[in-house]
């Protein structure tokens, strides 16, 4: 991804830091009755730099929004879904996008997941990469320190907001 942009090969790897962080998730949803009024989880991005997923192969659930309209990830036995994290957007300076996702119920079956977040070491502070922005592209986001981004996050998510909003320019 680094060469995409033109940057150093390392560029990404560089900004973890030696106290990175990674954590996981194990969600379980249990089978709703009226899976049209409650979500499994409610839409949002990923405040990390990069979240892998393991999701239950037998059941979907999983919805991404495009153009306005949520479409099912399909779900394939062994498979990981990678999703970019809002850290990624910031340091690409919105190139690479953080999909803003939900979990849907299901009426019949329960469903499983597993998810691993990769975060940069929380008492950084990352920003669009210099090499991305010049007077004929300006930056589309500030500086952050992490830390102080994943509290956002937290805040932000349970009001069914988007923190990454508060890291645009």
């Not at 830091?17 to 009024?37: H, I, K």
């Not at 949002?44 to 892998?52: A, E, K, Q, Y």
């Not at 929004?65 to 779900?75: E, H, I, N, Q, S």
């Not at 102080?148 to 988007?162: D, R, V």
């Amino acid at each position: 991804m680094a060469k995409l942009l033109e940057l150093d090969d390392d560029y990404f790897g560089d900004q973890f830091g030696v106290e990175a962080d990674t954590y996981a998730r194990f969600s379980y949803y249990p089978p709703c009755p009226r899976p049209e009024f409650v979500f499994g989880l409610k839409p949002h991005s990923d405040g990390s730099f990069i979240t892998l997923l393991m999701v239950d192969s037998s059941i979907g659930g999983l919805q991404v929004l495009r153009d306005g309209a949520w479409y099912g990830v399909p779900t394939k036995r062994h498979t990981l879904i990678i999703n970019l994290g809002d850290q990624m957007e910031i340091m690409s300076d919105g190139t690479f996008k953080s999909p803003v996702h939900r979990v849907v119920t299901n009426a019949e079956k329960e469903r499983l997941s597993v998810a691993l977040f990769y975060s940069v070491d929380p008492e950084r502070e990352i920003q669009p990469a210099g090499k991305l922005v010049d007077e004929n592209h300006p930056a589309l986001y500030k500086k952050v320190k992490i830390k102080e981004y994943i509290a956002g996050f937290y805040e932000h998510f349970s009001q069914g907001k988007m923190v990454i909003e508060t890291a645009k320019i």
